[in-house]
Each structure stands twice: as structure tokens, then as C-alpha cells.
């Protein structure tokens, strides 16, 4: 079942439709809400490698559904120390759930204070409403 | 910018929310609640699509078999009225201007639907070709079609079963209705041609007896799963039907346009040949991605039923075996494959 609409305030937001939950200089990343309903029910998460460098505003993944395919963008820079090997096994985890078990990564962040030029909710939420 | 055109079941599936999407000139449901449920209802039960965006044009007249005889590869003097044949409009080089279905009505009368995108070139080529005692007309317009497909769906409906590319004239919950024993999925089923202002009448009584509402993205994983070609991705003018494994739709001993061309590709062996496969790695194959060996995919998707990567693509003729590997370029990744024997999906009764 697909999640219903929402955009937890304590995550911080990147204008390609994806979140950072940000904690002792590591970031969980994944897409919003908007983003699986846009691309419908993912079938295939191709992962970066764990070890891999990731770049803030630059492809670490790649999301498929049946029609179309979309690039992972990173909304920081790090590396990634873990992948979410359940979302590679099942990818529809990140339609019913995007923003707990449909978790893409985990990165140790290289530049912290990248965090300041992310968007908050409310900015994100703006963003939205003028697509 | 040209403006789409809307079926007349348009504001239906605005109604039930469809993500609507230009499709060859068209503004179409790609989706209702989602391609995966949308295609395991039509593989369980039962789908309604809505195909008005096809085309249908009627050849009449005392030389309208004998126009379509030369224009059409397959054998039109092996179908009488009542009777429906798979056939394909060629061009002098042996390629493919449109696949579409002739419907016998009567001995000088034929209903041909044809693929939305080709009805301009498909129309304009019988036109072009027309005999004094032939007339083509356009009544595109006129029709609205709604598949109805799945293993449930002639029960769904009330109708009796009848033999493939076999129709009738029947009554449908009080609306007359042309039912064809046609379909591009697979599954048992119907194809029902009614007047445009039927159409929601149609509609409506369709969901009545249980048919979920199918959008043409699970129309495409449902025909690629059983191996039919796209015209306009697997097969189109620069393609010929011997090398995309339709040469059992060619009479290729008569005369049509092009027949020289295939007769020769035939005895020659094709250099390549459309095959369909599987993913043995993950991935999902894409149209125009390339396949080792000179060969490329032109349809590639998920398919619900495997739960893996499935696609078509031109190989060439030595890699064209079943079990052959094929090393397909992902994005830069080198991913594996096998080809396969039609159907990729067979249905579990088979």
C-alpha cells in the first residue's frame, strides 16, 4: 500500500525531491513522498557501493518504477557506510513507507555545514506548491 | 504545439484519478491505482483498457479485397465474413508501415483497426493505393474501444465463448455492441466497438460487472510478457516482418508490396532477428540500450509476473538460439540476459 502524503518536519529537504535525517555527522538519505508518487511503485534501487564517495547536488543511485527511471540525487556530500539492502530486495519498501523503511543510505558527511543551504519543510512544502 | 486529442471516456478517468499522459497525439490513462495491480487483474480476472485512441478505417466495395489483397502480407482469401485476421501494412521495401486486424464484415467490406500512431500514414497509404471500386474512409472518429481482458472477462460479461479473431453483433446490458474475440494481452478476452456516445454507457456497465480499470502502462508490460510487438518500438518501416518473427503473418506466396524484398530476406536467413529475454542480473532493460554484438533492446520492461527485468531486442542471427547470454549495457553497467522462447510469461493452465 502506498504511504499518504506527508513531510516530517525534522527531516531537511533537497529541491530534487529528496531528505537528509542529519545525527552525529551521519545523514540517512532517501526520496519524499513526492518523488515515489511521481515515479509509481519502484521495482529496482540499483545502490551505490559502500564505500563510495557521494557529492551534495550529484547522482549516488538510480530508482526505477515499471515506466521510468530516475536518478538518485545526494543532498550531501560523504561517504556511504551503509546501503539498504532491504530496499534492493524490495523496492516497493520505499513507496509504503519513504521516509522509515524505504531508507536508501547512510553516508558519513565530509562537509557539515552543507547542511545550512538544505531546505527546510515549510521551504520544501513551497517548492511544492509551485510545481 | 498540437493540441492532444481526448477519447470520449476522458472525463471517466479523470474521475477515477487516472495519471493521464500524451500517447501518439493522445492525452491517455497510463494508470489508474497502479501499473503492477492493474496488470495481475488482468492475469488473475479482469481489465477494461480503453483503446479508443486506435484507429479504424473500412475498405468497401466490389475490389476492396482485391486492393487489400495487394496491400496486406497476410492471406485475406483464408478468413470469411465474421472472421478476423492479424496482418501488416508494407512498404515496397518489405517494411512495416503498421501491424493491425482486419475484420471481414462482408465479402466486400473490411474494418481494419490500426494503431493510434499510424492512422494518418495507414489511412493515407490505402488511399493512395485505392481502385476504382474500392473506397477507404477514416471512421476513427466515430468509435470508441474498450478491451475487456483477463481469464474471468467473458464470464464477467455474460457472453458465450467464441473461437479467436471470430465477431459478432450483440446486445451488452442494452447497448449494441461489436464484440471481438481479439486482445493484445494474452489473457482471454474481448475487444468492443461501440459509437463515441456509447462509450461511457459501455464504460460504466464494464466496471459494473467487476473490470478494473487498466491504464497502457500495464497494457505494455501485459503485451511484452508474451512477446507482441510494439509497432514503433519492435517492429516499423525500416524493420521487415521475416527478421521481427512475423513471417507467419505473410503469405509470401501471393502478391503484395514488398513481397520480393521478404521472399528474399527468407531465403537468405535474416542477418538479425527480434528475440525476446530475461534478466539473469538485476536491471531493467530500455529501449535503445545496446545488447553486445551489434544488437539492441526495443522493448524493455518489469514484468510483474516474474518479478525481473524482461525485454526484446534485434540480435544478430547466431545469438538468436534460446539460452543464448546477451550482455546488455545498463546505463555503463554490463548486465546479463538470456534469450528465451515465445511467450516470456506462459499461463499457468498451458
Redesign the interface.
Known amino acids: 500500500m502506498a504511504a499518504e502524503e506527508s513531510y516530517p518536519d525534522e527531516l531537511r529537504y533537497h529541491r530534487e525531491h529528496d531528505w537528509a535525517r542529519i545525527e552525529d555527522g551521519e545523514a540517512v538519505l532517501g526520496i519524499t513522498w513526492y518523488a515515489q508518487d511521481a515515479l509509481g511503485e519502484l521495482v529496482h534501487y540499483e545502490p551505490p557501493e559502500e564505500g563510495a564517495t557521494v557529492t551534495k547536488d550529484s547522482a549516488y543511485g538510480e530508482v526505477e518504477s515499471v515506466k521510468a527511471v530516475s536518478d538518485v540525487i545526494s543532498p550531501l556530500s560523504g561517504e556511504v557506510i551503509e546501503v539498504n539492502q532491504a530496499v534492493v530486495d524490495a523496492p516497493e519498501k520505499v513507496n509504503e513507507d519513504p521516509y522509515g523503511d524505504g531508507w536508501l543510505v547512510r553516508i558519513r558527511l565530509t562537509d557539515p555545514s552543507e547542511t545550512d543551504q538544505l531546505l527546510t519543510v515549510e521551504a520544501y512544502q513551497e517548492l511544492l506548491s509551485n510545481q | 504545439m498540437q493540441t492532444l486529442r481526448r477519447t470520449p471516456l476522458y472525463e471517466r478517468h479523470r474521475a477515477l484519478n487516472a495519471?493521464m499522459v500524451p500517447f501518439a497525439g493522445w492525452e491517455m490513462p497510463?494508470?489508474y491505482e497502479?501499473?503492477?495491480a492493474e496488470h495481475r487483474a488482468v492475469r488473475a480476472d479482469t481489465g477494461v483498457f480503453d483503446v479508443s485512441h486506435m484507429g479504424e478505417l473500412e475498405v468497401e466495395g466490389p475490389r476492396a479485397h482485391e486492393l487489400l489483397q495487394g496491400l496486406l502480407a497476410n492471406d485475406l482469401d483464408k478468413i470469411e465474413p465474421g472472421r478476423a485476421q492479424y496482418t501488416l501494412l508494407t512498404n515496397e521495401q518489405g517494411g512495416i508501415i503498421d501491424d493491425l486486424i482486419a475484420y471481414r464484415l462482408e465479402a466486400g467490406h473490411y474494418l481494419l483497426i490500426v494503431n493510434a500512431a499510424n492512422r494518418e500514414a495507414a489511412f493515407r497509404w490505402l488511399k493512395d493505393h485505392e481502385l476504382p471500386g474500392s473506397d477507404v474512409r477514416d471512421v476513427s472518429d466515430a468509435f470508441a474501444l474498450l478491451a475487456v481482458q483477463g481469464p474471468q472477462s467473458i464470464e464477467r460479461l455474460g457472453l458465450d465463448d467464441a473461437p479467436a479473431f471470430t465477431f459478432a453483433e450483440q446486445m451488452l446490458d442494452g447497448i449494441e455492441v461489436m464484440v471481438n474475440r481479439t486482445g493484445y494481452t494474452g489473457e482471454r478476452g474481448v475487444e468492443l466497438l461501440v459509437p463515441s456516445e456509447e462509450a461511457e454507457e459501455l464504460w460504466d456497465r464494464v466496471l459494473e460487472r467487476g473490470a478494473v480499470p487498466c491504464g497502457l502502462?500495464a497494457r505494455d508490460?501485459l503485451r511484452l510478457e508474451v512477446c507482441y510487438p510494439l509497432h514503433g518500438n519492435d517492429i516499423g518501416p525500416d524493420t521487415d516482418a521475416i527478421s521481427a518473427g512475423l513471417g507467419w503473418a505473410c503469405a509470401l506466396d501471393k502478391d503484395f508490396t514488398g513481397v520480393e524484398e521478404l521472399r528474399r530476406v527468407k531465403a537468405a536467413g535474416p542477418e538479425r532477428k527480434l528475440v525476446p529475454f530475461v534478466m539473469e542480473d538485476?536491471?531493467?532493460p530500455?529501449q535503445g540500450m545496446a545488447i553486445a554484438g551489434g544488437g539492441e533492446v526495443t522493448s524493455g520492461?518489469?514484468s510483474?509476473m516474474l518479478d525481473r527485468?524482461i525485454g526484446m531486442g534485434y540480435v544478430e542471427a547466431e545469438q538468436a538460439a534460446a539460452d543464448t547470454e546477451l550482455t546488455i549495457d545498463v546505463?555503463g553497467?554490463d548486465r546479463r540476459a538470456r534469450v528465451v522462447t515465445k511467450p516470456i510469461y506462459k499461463r499457468q493452465e498451458d
Do not use: A, F, K, L
Open positions: 495519471r497510463v494508470q497502479g501499473v503492477i502502462g508490460t538485476s536491471g531493467i530500455r520492461s518489469h510483474p527485468g546505463r553497467r
